[in-house]
């Protein structure tokens, strides 16, 4: 089966800064997908970023820009120039490129980020 | 159309009460999912269906009912809920189950059950 560790429960950027959120999985498979999921307190989950695993090349998106290892099995998250909007629980989330797998989403226990005016 | 629409945001109701949480959205997405999740804890699947047909459940208790009426629709029934299962309930479609695009989720419906 396959996991998804964040170790990072909290974690405080100054705004302007930037800061890295830390995710590593579990599996034996070699076909995935990885994201980043955000979730500010108006509570809906919203789609930071998403990296294919066969892919070497690292997704960016803006401002956000992950650092995946797929030896290491890590995808940490670098958010750049940090804004206030920036705050919220950010989820790291795993999806099987198999069909038998039902499409379903791994998610990590999560990291809450706030930003320091 | 690039919306998830979950009603009601916010839903109280007792323990002998049946109510249904209704879940739409218009993009053409083929794969419906239902999600339970907790304070400050991660989602957790229900059930995922697709085209139409339910394909996974999480083992969850028969209180809690999927149905998909069809293709941009997806329902779930409650019925003798039990003050534990109180959580935010999020649906979440995609264009299919093996395709490696994200969800989009809707906003979620707040249950209480008093």
């Known amino acids: 089966a396959q996991t998804v560790t964040q170790s990072q429960p909290e974690m405080s950027v100054q705004e302007a800064e930037t800061v890295t959120l830390s995710c590593t999985y579990d599996?034996?498979?070699?076909?995935?997908?990885l994201f980043w999921y955000k979730q500010p307190p108006s509570r809906q989950m919203i789609l930071v970023i998403r990296?294919?695993?066969?892919?070497?090349q690292n997704a960016t998106e803006n401002r956000f820009s992950v650092n995946f290892q797929k030896a290491a099995k890590s995808f940490s998250l670098k958010i750049s120039d940090s804004q206030l909007g920036d705050a919220a629980m950010y989820f790291c989330?795993?999806?099987?490129?198999?069909?038998?797998?039902?499409?379903?989403?791994?998610f990590g226990q999560g990291t809450e980020l706030s930003v320091k005016p | 159309d690039t919306e998830v629409t979950q009603t009601p945001k916010h839903l109280v109701m007792g323990m002998t009460n049946k109510k249904s949480l209704k879940c739409e959205q218009h993009?053409?997405?083929?794969?419906m999912y239902w999600y339970k999740q907790k304070a400050k804890k991660p989602p957790e699947l229900m059930f995922v269906?697709?085209?139409?047909?339910?394909?996974i459940n999480e083992s969850v208790p028969s209180r809690f009912s999927p149905e998909c009426p069809n293709s941009s629709l997806l329902n779930l029934h409650l019925h003798a809920l039990q003050p534990e299962d109180s959580a935010l309930y999020l649906c979440?479609?995609?264009?299919?189950?093996?395709?490696?695009?994200?969800?989009?989720f809707g906003s979620g419906t707040r249950l209480t059950v008093v």
């Open positions: 990296q294919e695993a066969y892919k070497q």
């Open positions: 989330a795993y999806r099987s490129a198999f069909y038998n797998q039902g499409g379903k989403l791994i």
């Open positions: 979440a479609s995609s264009q299919e189950v093996q395709a490696g695009y994200g969800y989009t």
């Open positions: 599996t034996s498979e070699s076909d995935y997908y």
């Open positions: 269906y697709s085209y139409e047909k339910l394909s």
């Open positions: 993009m053409g997405h083929r794969a």
